[in-house]
């Protein structure tokens, strides 16, 4: 499975982002897929993940500010950022769980200045 991430950019804070995973296959099946992030020097983190069933789960800092999200029809994830704050500064990545092996696409990079 290739995943593709795509929709970083440079922005201020307090505005939005929306990234988008785009996947090669049918996303239908696959158990949980989900973005991470990593600034410089530090480790990657979870951002938000979703499961084939639609429950998701989001890290402390960014809940009730991002939003994730799945079209199974589109094989797409995506990440909706909302009041984007210079801690959020990184580089996103998109990941897939399917057939008990992870997925990562290349990553995106986020810039938010103050």
């Known amino acids: 499975v290739q995943l593709q991430a795509s929709g970083g950019g440079l922005v201020q804070a307090g505005e939005s982002l929306r990234l988008s995973c785009a996947a090669s296959?049918?996303?239908?099946?696959?158990?949980?897929m989900g973005w991470y992030r990593q600034a410089p020097g530090r480790q990657r983190e979870l951002v938000a993940t979703?499961?084939?069933?639609?429950?998701?789960n989001y890290e402390g800092s960014v809940k009730g500010r991002f939003s994730i999200s799945r079209d199974n029809g589109k094989n797409m994830l995506y990440l909706q950022m909302n009041s984007l704050k210079p801690d959020d500064t990184a580089v996103y990545y998109c990941?897939?769980?399917?057939?008990?092996?992870?997925?990562w696409g290349q990553g995106t990079q986020v810039t938010v200045s103050s």
């Open positions: 296959r049918s996303i239908f099946a696959m158990e949980t």
């Open positions: 979703i499961t084939s069933s639609g429950s998701t």
């Open positions: 990941n897939a769980i399917w057939v008990a092996t992870i997925f």
